[in-house]
């Protein structure tokens, strides 16, 4: 991190450990952090927050499962499982 250089302005980080991700450069800032992404990083985490909000989506009009419908899932994973190998 002695590359960093902290400037009342802010803060100034190399160019050369963001080389190679093209040239476009994702840049977001959170409460704490700078997040700094390539296009293609930020494409998949934007897929995955849409996978996982469907997920949510699709939890919540089924309602929370049953021990004995988990433990019947778990049976039928294991015993598909143990097919394969």
Not at 37 to 63: C, D, F
Request: glycine share 8%; no cysteine; net charge positive.
């Amino acid at each position: 991190m002695k590359a960093v250089k902290y400037t009342k302005d802010g803060v100034v980080i190399p160019s050369s450990w963001i080389k190679g991700w093209g040239k476009p450069v994702s840049v977001r800032r959170g409460a704490h952090m700078v997040i700094l992404e390539s296009p293609e990083r930020k494409a998949s985490r934007q897929r995955l927050a849409g996978m996982i909000r469907k997920l949510r989506r699709a939890t919540q009009e089924l309602g929370p499962l049953s021990p004995d419908q988990i433990a019947a899932e778990v049976a039928a994973v294991r015993a598909q499982r143990a097919r394969r190998s």
